[in-house]
T-cell receptor, first 117, second 113 residues
């Protein structure tokens, strides 16, 4: 298993500003992901955070809007840039501790609830 | 593209009632299937998963799910719910060999004492 800590747990931000969310895992993990859960909707994968290289983004998400860092095997950040009210969501960090989804499971942090005014 | 449909967005039951939450997916290849649960104020956690073998999968807290390949379904069941089962339930699928998990919209279950 893995214990995932996200900071901040919630924040209220002004339009046009940027916010960085941190994800810390208590053990080394093979893969880290960032998901978004918009109000009343399901979880959508934003990107896979790759250690030491650029993140792999899903369709509809771009690096300029959601820059991601992963400097080591236990830590990652997601920045939501130039925020608008449409970015109000819960942002979730998730990890695979061994292998891939064919053999393991995805663990989730408690999420960071972001409200943009 | 893969997608997951959960038929019920909100379900209200009394304690001891039986539960069945529907989940259908669209994908022509081999998949892994998951049910996640999120209790109020807590993080998402795995309830059960299907990779291969017996299509009837048993998970934690008395939950089970049955994979019916011909119907592209993976419905979640529990014979007798408890108040503590109040939570949001998410069905998810990934194509075998890929690590992208696709989630359904979720079902909010409220169990009344």
């Amino acid at each position: 298993s893995a214990v995932i800590s996200q900071k901040p747990s919630r924040d209220i931000c002004q339009r046009g500003t940027s916010l960085t969310i941190q994800c810390q895992v208590d053990s080394q993990v093979t893969m880290m992901f960032w998901y978004r859960q918009q109000p009343g909707q399901s979880l959508t994968l934003i990107a896979t955070a790759n250690q030491g290289s650029e993140a792999t983004y899903e369709s509809g998400f771009v690096i300029d809007k959601f820059p991601i860092s992963r400097p080591n095997l236990t830590f990652s950040t997601l920045t939501v840039s130039n925020m608008s009210p449409e970015d109000s969501s819960i942002y979730l960090c998730s990890v695979l501790t061994s292998g891939g989804l064919d053999t393991g499971e995805l663990f989730f942090g408690e999420g960071s609830r972001l409200t943009v005014l | 593209a893969q997608s997951v449909s959960q038929h019920n967005h909100h379900v209200i039951l009394s304690e001891a009632a039986s539960l069945e939450l529907g989940c259908n997916y669209s994908y022509g290849g081999t998949v892994n299937l998951f049910w996640y649960v999120q209790y109020p104020g807590q993080h998402l956690q795995l309830l059960l998963k299907y990779f291969s073998g017996d299509p009837l999968v048993k998970g934690i807290k008395g939950f089970e799910a049955e994979f019916i390949k011909s119907k592209f379904s993976f419905n979640l069941r529990k014979p007798s719910v408890q108040w503590s089962d109040t939570a949001e339930y998410f069905c998810a699928v990934n194509a075998r060999g890929y690590n992208k998990l696709i989630f359904g919209a979720g079902t909010r279950l409220a169990v009344h004492p």
